[in-house]
């Protein structure tokens, strides 16, 4: 079974910058995509943050657009998030995602990210 960990999450100040990272392990076939996702609230859908597939193409939300870069390092299968400018409302659990060349998802457990003063 594919295993998703991330890091990074943590209490950060409005306006200020912050990384997330994920490492995928126990791939048994070729990676499609990696990305981000996150839910603002309990109940809440998971709503995409950023994607970026292996050819390349990148996705980001509009609300993110211009404040967060995703990237990846194909060797180590990993996949970051570089969030600036960050807002109260980008307080969220961040969660990791993987999809094969089989368009089967995993997930990461997720990460709190808390933007407060």
């Known amino acids: 079974q594919v295993q998703l960990v991330e890091s990074g999450g943590g209490l950060v100040q409005p306006g200020g910058s912050h990384r997330l990272s994920c490492t995928a392990s126990?791939?048994?076939?070729?990676?499609?995509?990696m990305g981000w996702y996150r839910r603002t609230a309990p109940g809440q859908r998971r709503e995409l943050v950023a994607?970026?597939?292996?050819?390349?193409?990148?996705t980001y939300a509009d609300f993110v657009k211009g404040r967060f870069t995703i990237s990846r390092d194909h060797g180590k299968n990993s996949v970051d998030l570089q969030m600036s400018s960050l807002r109260p409302e980008d307080t969220a659990v961040y969660f990791c995602?993987?999809?094969?060349?089989?368009?089967?998802?995993?997930w990461g457990k997720g990460t709190q990210v808390n933007v407060s003063s």
């Open positions: 126990r791939i048994k076939s070729s990676i499609y995509a």
């Open positions: 995602n993987l999809r094969d060349d089989t368009w089967v998802d995993y």
């Open positions: 994607w970026l597939t292996t050819r390349g193409d990148t």
